[in-house]
């Protein structure tokens, strides 16, 4: 058997309710949503009867579903299921250090605290959203978006899917010559202009953040967004660098299975990341994890082989 991944959910995922049968259910689950609880009070009451609307705002967003992503992880592990490598897409890398010990989860839930703020503070400066672009090569999005001052390709999510970042204005107009270059383009679910230099600032005002943060070395290898590579001891210049750069997660899940996973599990909402890698590559399983029956049909696949 290969290697087994557990890669945590980004924004746009949330929902409300998410996680309510894992805190209900599972003792791990429940210990990571009173941690949050202790640290931000109304979190769990936000996650489970918060509006869209609220749960929108990236500065809820953010500690939200690093709660929920952590808690699906925690259940995850508390079945038994072994895990060798860790990946989070954007918001979800703080999951993932979190899990792999380099920080405890109340230091991890602090900074993503403050990280949301940072950033929901950074978007409200500029009027800038995000679009996924769909059935084009990352250079003709590349060269698309060079057409334009303030629009920058941001997520490098698998072939044929690449998010950019922009102004509202020059969005709509590139919306228009993605689908003159034959592409579609699909407005995301999230608060801004992320992983783009509209960040610059929050990226400024986290290092701060992290300058009183201790970093350990990870108990499983994990997987950084700038880098595609695994980290080093140089926590505090990924992090802060990962507000403002390019997620390079297509690149980062072929490493993985160049290192021989072959196992992928998405912990938190929705199946967005399965999705990315079923699409990177045919030959790996992947699994969710967001509830009691995906959680209970992830362990099964898992230890049947299937």
Same mark, same amino acid.
């Given at each position: 058997m290969?290697?087994?991944?557990?890669?945590?959910?980004?924004?746009?995922?949330q929902h409300p309710?998410?996680?309510?049968?894992?805190?209900?259910?599972?003792?791990?689950?429940?210990?990571?949503?009173?941690?949050?609880?202790k640290?931000?009070?109304?979190?769990?009451?936000?996650?489970?009867?918060?509006?869209?609307?609220?749960?929108?705002q990236?500065?809820?967003?953010?500690?939200?579903?690093?709660?929920?992503?952590?808690?699906?992880?925690?259940?995850?592990k508390?079945?038994?299921?072994?895990?060798?490598m860790?990946?989070?897409?954007?918001?979800?890398?703080?999951?993932?250090?979190?899990?792999?010990s380099?920080?405890?989860?109340?230091?991890?839930?602090?900074?993503v605290?403050?990280?949301?703020?940072l950033?929901?503070?950074?978007?409200?400066?500029?009027?800038?959203?995000?679009?996924?672009?769909?059935?084009?090569?990352?250079d003709?999005?590349?060269?698309?978006?060079a057409?334009?001052?303030?629009?920058?390709?941001?997520?490098?999510?698998?072939?044929?899917?690449?998010?950019?970042?922009?102004?509202?204005?020059?969005?709509?107009?590139?919306?228009?010559?993605?689908?003159?270059?034959?592409?579609?383009?699909m407005?995301?679910?999230?608060?801004?202009?992320?992983?783009?230099?509209?960040?610059?600032?929050?990226?400024?005002?986290?290092?701060?953040?992290?300058?009183?943060t201790e970093?350990?070395?990870?108990?499983i290898p994990?997987?950084?967004?700038?880098?595609?590579?695994i980290?080093?001891?140089?926590?505090?210049e990924?992090?802060?660098?990962? =507000?403002?750069?390019?997620?390079?997660?297509?690149?980062?899940?072929?490493?993985?299975?160049?290192?021989?996973a072959d196992?992928f599990?998405?912990?938190?909402p929705?199946?967005?990341?399965?999705?990315?890698?079923?699409? =990177?590559?045919?030959?790996?399983?992947?699994f969710?994890?967001?509830?009691?029956d995906?959680?209970?049909?992830?362990?099964?696949?898992?230890?049947s082989?299937?």
């Open positions: 290969g290697k087994v991944v557990v890669m945590f959910a980004g924004q746009g995922t309710g998410m996680g309510r049968e894992l805190y209900e259910k599972s003792p791990a689950a429940r210990e990571v949503f009173d941690c949050a609880e640290i931000r009070p109304g979190t769990i009451e936000q996650i489970f009867s918060g509006s869209d609307e609220e749960l929108a990236t500065k809820n967003t953010q500690p939200c579903v690093f709660c929920v992503d952590l808690a699906a992880a925690a259940a995850l508390e079945a038994g299921i072994p895990i060798d860790l990946a989070g897409f954007s918001l979800g890398e703080l999951a993932a250090l979190a899990f792999s380099a920080v405890t989860y109340e230091e991890a839930f602090r900074l605290c403050r990280r949301a703020e950033m929901q503070k950074a978007s409200e400066a500029i009027d800038a959203g995000m679009v996924a672009v769909l059935k084009l090569s990352d003709k999005v590349i060269s698309l978006c057409e334009f001052e303030q629009v920058y390709p941001v997520n490098f999510n698998c072939p044929g899917q690449v998010v950019i970042a922009g102004v509202k204005d020059q969005l709509e107009l590139l919306k228009t010559r993605v689908k003159e270059a034959g592409g579609r383009a407005p995301l679910k999230v608060g801004g202009g992320f992983h783009s230099p509209f960040m610059a600032s929050a990226s400024v005002e986290f290092a701060e953040v992290l300058s009183n970093f350990k070395t990870p108990e994990l997987y950084s967004n700038v880098t595609a590579e980290y080093g001891d140089n926590f505090r990924l992090l802060e660098k990962q =507000i403002k750069s390019p997620v390079l997660w297509g690149r980062a899940v072929e490493n993985m299975i160049l290192a021989g196992t599990i998405e912990a938190g929705g199946k967005t990341l399965c999705g990315l890698v079923s699409r =990177i590559s045919d030959k790996v399983r992947v969710n994890v967001e509830d009691l995906s959680l209970k049909k992830t362990v099964e696949g898992v230890n082989g299937a």
